[in-house]
């Protein structure tokens, strides 16, 4: 009976990576073929393979920036959401004070909030305050649904660091931005690493909120990847080697967190 079981399990899971991988490899098989091959002939492999795509990408300033400014933005959002959460999650997680679990269910509800929601407050705010096409402006924007997300990830971690440490700490003369920076963050890096994954990851991909609060100074890549129409029709190839080199940063951010995020599923808080 184990013999037949093992089986059928090998075979799903086969089939659910062949399922889950196929989108991909397709998206990179585009990249190496012209647009004409692309939209003449069905094959599994490039029959004229070429570079071009990816040339166009890295030569080309409407393209190469988009990465740039979804870096920048990214960077400054993902910086700010854990200066942000961790003091947060640490009183959380510490401290009970009136109305903190309603605060907390208040945070989450932020999150599970459409981007759309916000869209016109934040076109109307920008415009006033002149923060329009800044990388300013979308990190801003991403910290409503990020901040929320870091201090649920991290209040889960930091409660399960015993009290008795904060109090060891406090008695053996240590101040609080001492004991929080040397002791007790090193101890909580596994969510830090969690929570900078998903924010990374939420402003690396989200879409509305990043096309329209920038135009040309700050277009990211995703904004970029919906503007490939011309006279002459779609240009598939480039936006699939665009789609390839999308999916690279993200890939490199889950090798250097996948322990973290086993741990965090662990814990049950991812």
């Not at 959002?77 to 009183?91: C, D, R, W």
């Not at 480039?238 to 741990?263: D, E, N, Q, S």
């Amino acid at each position: 009976m184990t013999e037949p079981r093992f089986q059928k399990r090998t075979l799903f899971l086969i089939a659910y990576l062949v399922f889950a991988i196929l989108p991909i490899y397709w998206m990179v098989n585009m990249s190496f073929k012209t647009n004409e091959e692309i939209l003449s002939s069905f094959s599994f492999w490039p029959q004229h393979f070429t570079w071009d795509n990816y040339k166009t990408i890295f030569t080309d300033a409407s393209w190469y920036s988009g990465y740039i400014n979804s870096l920048i933005y990214v960077a400054i959002n993902t910086v700010i959401s854990l200066t942000v959460a961790l003091p947060a999650a640490y009183a959380f997680s510490r401290y009970q004070f009136l109305g903190d679990k309603h605060v907390f269910f208040w945070l989450l509800t932020n999150r599970m909030t459409p981007p759309a929601v916000f869209l016109l407050p934040f076109f109307q705010l920008y415009t006033t305050v002149g923060l329009m096409d800044t990388h300013v402006a979308v990190a801003l924007a991403h910290l409503l649904f990020n901040v929320p997300l870091a201090v649920w990830i991290l209040e889960g971690f930091m409660s399960g660091v015993p009290r008795e440490i904060d109090e060891t700490a406090y008695i053996d003369g240590y101040s609080f931005p001492r004991f929080f920076l040397t002791i007790f963050l090193p101890l909580i890096k596994a969510g830090v690493g969690v929570a900078a994954f998903f924010c990374f990851m939420f402003s690396w991909v989200e879409l509305l909120l990043a096309r329209t609060l920038t135009s040309v100074n700050a277009k990211p890549i995703v904004a970029t990847m919906t503007r490939t129409v011309s006279a002459s029709g779609m240009d598939w190839a480039t936006l699939a080697a665009a789609g390839v080199l999308t999916i690279v940063p993200g890939a490199i951010v889950i090798w250097f967190v996948r322990h973290y995020i086993a741990k965090g599923f662990a814990m049950g808080r991812v």
